[in-house]
């Protein structure tokens, strides 16, 4: 049974940063072999995936955040965060955190939303 917990969300400016924080209670060498990422769930629309970052270190973002948007991983604690700057209106949504490819089992997930 994985539990993924996402925090760190708020409400936020435009050009405004956050941090987002995911605790999964996996088996750390679950947490450790395989490609951990962060998706969005924008009002009305479908999920959708932010970016990635393998076992490896290698880390991929979707066209909409590269270059304002930052993976990273702590394996001893399970933990892996989103920063988020320059933040725009469109980025408001839910966002979640999920193995890559995503098991069937979500969290909660932590709101965004991006306004003056």
């Known amino acids: 049974q994985v539990q993924l917990v996402e925090s760190g969300g708020g409400l936020v400016q435009p050009g405004g940063s956050l941090r987002l924080s995911c605790v999964a209670s996996?088996?750390?060498?679950?947490?450790?072999?395989?490609?951990m990422g962060w998706y969005r769930q924008a009002p009305g629309k479908q999920r959708e995936w932010v970016a990635r970052?393998?076992?490896?270190?290698?880390?991929n973002y979707a066209d909409s955040v590269r270059g304002r948007f930052t993976i990273s991983r702590d394996y001893a604690k399970n933990t892996v965060y989103l920063q988020m700057n320059s933040l725009k209106p469109e980025d408001t949504a839910v966002y979640y955190c999920?193995?890559?490819?995503?098991?069937?089992?979500w969290g909660q997930g932590t709101q965004v939303t991006v306004s003056s």
């Open positions: 996996a088996s750390g060498s679950r947490f450790s072999i395989n490609a």
């Open positions: 970052q393998t076992d490896s270190g290698i880390r």
């Open positions: 999920n193995f890559v490819p995503p098991i069937d089992s």
